[in-house]
């Protein structure tokens, strides 16, 4: 087994070795496995229940008591404790999204790219006919649709955003499909389905990996523009984006209501596309757009 | 030419087909069917209902209600608004020029800003100006826009009160250019901010790939200024991405352009469509889909013909 | 005289040339156009031409990686040219393919024990350990040591790489393997290496060779009869001597003076053929060969040679060949 492990290592070590360089990625691998840890234990994190109301100790200044370490809100909650709450539930719609994302886009791009033919065509007129529409619109008539739930603002953000992940997956099988080892699989009558899942789809898997990562960022802020708007996660339950919507009545007294959701958004975002981007330079040359 | 722009013409006619079929089938995912507003509202009478589904034909089986309304949509038939009774095509076309002049001055904005920062980006590569836009751009990229909308209007109109916080107009001075202006600034900066990433990326990109092109430097071996340079012979070859980028960009800056009149309460058609989702205007939401669904199929259309007039092997291949 | 293990009759593979504008058939490559072939038990076969005559595309339509448009395919006595994968799953095990780009034909992403494995996965031989003993004797049989499983194609040599494909195509314990340029990638020094392993193999196993080359001289060290091919016909088949010694067709000729004499003294007058190879999509009428022909006549454009027997195994497509 450690044989097995160790094989690949010659390309593991020359992909750290490029993902090391890119700085901006490696503080956003920080920044990502900061907040993912901080979502993990915020029940042992918070200072406070962060549903626990106290109308006596409403909108607490940052860093003035102990017991508040980032002030109350206009109901009296622990400040700290909802923005850890409330990242438990922004990256666990934003990973679920994700999921489904890759999933919808990976099985969608790998059966145009590998049937191809009449299926091809359909499919990928299927996708150019989504992505004329406005994906916060598409986003939002759905969500104002369907009961907000966790797992149903999740599906929903993930079956409004895979058509660009099917695309790229669509693109490499069609590469992939030509090469010598899958017309080897074809002559020892492996079937369709194992073609394109064993042969095939483990050698996309750098791409969407990359797209992965990126479509974890675009998930989160678009489930933070949801709830904002009032069409996601419904309060009590926290979340970055519905923090933002009581904050904003109260603007011109207490701006940092507003200013930290926002802010733990931004670096979650931006975390996990400089994570995605020092990713693609690391995985896949080929793709590279920055220095 | 014309064989070209024919064979795109065909090639969106799907689309539209495929559009009006979306467009169709999420209506029919709404609660209560397109008739909630009736349904669920208890001073109505189910005979009133009955009624009403002969009226708008929802007695008649799917399909024939999907020909009856994608046909009404082409000639010119959007159905009318639940409150009001509005034909919902003037609704929306009422509020398309507050959209188009928000979109509008973001994409001049965003288009000279990120043209000049992108070009000089790649001429000057890895230089620290490079290094910087590059990463400014990632980092514009991943600003949560509302939330930047939100601290602009802290900052701008809250704060240093320099600019008004929303709407088109101060009250009593509608048609005041100076006031229409003024309202402008914050919404376009919003929307900007991405499309400014964007552009500096695709310019930066797109120049890069042309600059190491042999005839770059067979004009440089002619002694050809710099400048004559980047205008006579980059530009023009690094035009065709740019262009496409702004066939593709279009639903994007229909996306941003909700977030900004959202947040800044400027009455165009993202805001229309937010106090539809509200008010459960279905017709209204589903007229505005389908708007900006031909809008950007039109929009790609053009885009194609300009690439095509711009470069000839586009039209053969 | 006995059924062949291979028999392939007026073979055809004829891809549809589409429009961009509305895809309808503007045209057809006839890639493989009528193609005779037979191949004997534990016989090699070697299929000749240059690139573009359709002779990978003869291999590969004989395994049924593609649809062959017409003709029929034997094997073991059965047409398999129309066989859907049900019924083609038997005679998958009975006849592989080895590749020419030992880098492409290997799956980047499994380890060399994953790829032996899957020929057994797939007919469902054996369980796991079993499949592991398999998969050690595999290797060792094409000459590796039994820890490469564990490894993957990346870290494996040309020369290795093309080892590992031909203990694939031999899990399944095969009655013929196409051999599709399977050296040419490689470096010379190992060429011989490899040919020498699939001799071997084939001395020890029985298997028959279909070994398809752009080189006569690779072909003269391992065929036993040899086929040329020009522009998805076939022009000449003869026994390696009777080709070397007196090829007949025009082309054969032309394709023998462009090979190092292997005779120190001898020396054949060099006639390559004049100008370009014709594009399949609009071959030349008549004999595909007369626009290059040396000794062409008024005949050879108009009307396509039939295959006549002049020899034991000989046989020309040539109006002006007689016996």
Redesign the interface.
């Known amino acids: 087994m450690s044989?097995?492990s160790a094989?690949?290592e010659?390309?593991a070590g020359r992909i750290w070795k490029r993902f090391r360089r890119h700085r901006?990625a490696l503080a956003g691998g920080f920044v990502v496995a900061l907040l993912l840890a901080s979502a993990l234990f915020a029940p042992f994190l918070s200072p406070q229940d962060p549903t626990l109301l106290d109308t006596a100790l409403r909108f607490r200044p940052p860093f003035a008591d102990w017991r508040f370490p980032l002030g109350t809100d206009e109901l009296g909650r622990d400040t700290l404790s909802r923005l850890l709450f409330g990242g438990r539930v922004s990256l666990t719609v934003g990973l679920v999204a994700m999921i489904t994302t890759v999933m919808t886009g990976a099985l969608i791009g790998i059966t145009a790219g590998f049937i191809g033919g009449i299926v091809d065509t359909l499919l990928m007129?299927?996708v150019?006919?989504?992505?004329?529409?406005?994906?916060?619109?598409?986003l939002?008539?759905?969500a104002?649709?369907?009961p907000p739930t966790l797992l149903s603002i999740s599906l929903v953000i993930g079956l409004t955003s895979w058509m660009e992940v099917s695309r790229i997956v669509r693109a490499e099988i069609l590469h992939l499909k030509e090469?010598?080892?899958v017309?080897?699989?074809?002559?020892?009558?492996?079937?369709r389905a194992?073609i394109m899942f064993?042969?095939l789809l483990?050698?996309a898997?750098a791409p969407i990996l990359v797209a992965a990562t990126l479509k974890v960022?675009s998930a989160v802020?678009m489930e933070?523009?949801i709830s904002?708007?009032g069409?996601g996660v419904q309060p009590p339950l926290a979340s970055w984006g519905n923090m933002?919507t009581n904050a904003?009545g109260y603007?011109?007294t207490v701006?940092w209501l507003?200013?930290l959701?926002?802010v733990a958004?931004?670096l979650t975002?931006?975390g996990f596309?400089?994570l995605g981007?020092g990713l693609r330079d690391a995985l896949d040359p080929r793709l590279r757009?920055?220095? | 030419m014309i064989g070209f722009v024919l064979r795109r013409l065909l090639q969106a006619i799907?689309?539209l087909i495929?559009?009006t079929?979306?467009g169709f089938g999420?209506m029919q995912?709404?609660?209560g069917g397109p008739l909630a507003i009736y349904t669920l509202n208890p001073t109505i009478q189910v005979q009133d209902i009955e009624r009403i589904k002969i009226i708008f034909g929802l007695d008649q089986p799917i399909h024939l209600q999907y020909v009856k309304w994608a046909t009404g949509l082409f000639s010119g038939n959007w159905g009318y608004t639940f409150f009001g009774g509005r034909p919902v095509l003037d609704v929306i076309l009422e509020r398309l020029p507050a959209t188009l002049l928000l979109m509008g001055s973001a994409l001049s904005v965003a288009i000279v800003l990120g043209l000049s920062v992108g070009v000089l980006g790649a001429v000057k590569?890895?230089s620290v100006f490079?290094?910087l836009a590059?990463?400014g751009a990632?980092?514009a990229?991943?600003?949560?826009t509302?939330?930047f909308g939100?601290?602009a209007?802290?900052i701008f109109a809250?704060q240093l009160r320099w600019l008004p916080s929303g709407g088109m107009w101060e009250l009593g001075e509608e048609g005041n250019i100076l006031s229409l202006l003024q309202h402008l600034v914050l919404p376009t900066m919003v929307l900007a901010l991405v499309i400014t990433a964007t552009w500096s990326?695709y310019s930066r990109?797109a120049f890069l790939e042309v600059l190491h092109q042999d005839f770059m430097r067979t004009a440089r071996a002619k002694g050809m200024p710099p400048v004559a340079r980047l205008l006579r012979h980059a530009f023009p070859n690094a035009a065709k991405p740019l262009i496409a980028l702004l066939g593709v960009e279009l639903?994007?800056l229909?996306?941003g352009a909700?977030?900004a009149e959202?947040i800044f309460g400027w009455p165009g058609m993202g805001r229309l469509?937010?106090d539809a989702?509200g008010m459960?205007e279905y017709p209204v939401?589903m007229g505005?889909?389908m708007f900006?669904?031909i809008f950007?199929?039109i929009g790609n259309l053009l885009a194609d013909i300009a690439i095509a007039l711009v470069d000839p092997r586009v039209r053969l291949s | 005289m006995s059924e062949p293990l291979l028999r392939v009759t007026g073979l055809e593979v004829h891809f549809p040339i589409r429009s961009a504008l509305l895809r309808q058939r503007i045209g057809m490559v006839r890639a493989v156009d009528g193609v005779n072939l037979e191949v004997a038990r534990g016989e090699t076969l070697a299929l000749v031409g240059e690139s573009g005559c359709g002779k990978t595309t003869t291999g590969?339509a004989i395994?049924r990686?593609i649809d062959p448009t017409g003709g029929s395919v034997r094997f073991g006595g059965e047409d398999i040219a129309k066989h859907g994968?049900r019924a083609?799953?038997p005679f998958?095990?009975r006849?592989?393919?080895v590749?020419?780009?030992p880098y492409?034909?290997?799956?980047?992403?499994?380890?060399v024990g994953g790829i032996l494995a899957?020929?057994f996965e797939?007919?469902r031989i054996g369980d796991a350990k079993d499949r592991g003993e398999r998969v050690a004797e595999l290797l060792r049989t094409v000459g590796l040591p039994p820890?490469a499983a564990?490894?993957?194609p990346?870290?494996f040599s040309g020369g290795q790489r093309q080892r590992i494909?031909i203990a694939?195509a031999l899990a399944?314990r095969p009655e013929l393997v196409i051999g599709d340029e399977p050296v040419s990638a490689l470096d010379v020094s190992i060429q011989a290496q490899i040919i020498n392993l699939m001799k071997r193999l084939q001395a020890e196993l029985g298997l028959a060779y279909i070994m398809i080359s752009h080189n006569l001289a690779v072909v003269s060290h391992v065929a036993d009869r040899v086929a040329v091919m020009y522009l998805g016909r076939v022009v000449e088949t003869a026994p390696r001597e009777a080709l070397f010694f007196d090829a007949r067709h025009p082309y054969t000729q032309a394709l023998l003076s462009a090979v190092p004499e292997p005779i120190p003294g001898r020396h054949r007058a060099r006639q390559a053929p004049r100008g370009d190879v014709p594009s399949p999509a609009r071959p030349p009428s008549g004999c595909h060969f007369h626009p290059r022909c040396p000794i062409a006549i008024a005949r050879c454009s108009q009307e396509a040679p039939e295959a006549r027997i002049i020899g034991p195994g000989h046989a020309v497509a040539c109006h002006l060949v007689t016996p």
Request: hydrophobic share 55%.
């Open positions: 044989a097995a094989a690949p010659g390309q901006l007129r299927f150019d006919t989504m992505l004329c529409f406005p994906q916060v619109f598409l939002l008539v759905v104002a649709f369907v090469q010598d080892f017309a080897a699989a074809r002559a020892l009558g492996a079937s194992r064993r042969e483990p050698n898997a960022a802020l933070s523009y904002y708007l069409y933002l904003q603007f011109d701006p507003a200013i959701p926002g958004i931004t975002v931006v596309n400089f981007d757009m920055d220095p | 799907p689309l495929g559009g079929l979306i999420l995912l709404a609660p590569r890895y490079d290094v590059t990463t990632l980092f990229l991943s600003f949560p509302f939330w939100l601290m209007i802290f809250i990326r990109s639903p994007f229909f996306s909700l977030v959202t469509f937010v989702l459960k939401l505005l889909m900006t669904a950007v199929i | 590969k395994l990686l994968s083609l799953a998958r095990k006849m592989q393919i590749f020419q780009d492409a034909s290997l799956n980047p992403r499994m380890s899957a020929p797939i007919h820890e564990r490894r993957y990346h870290e494909g694939r399944l």
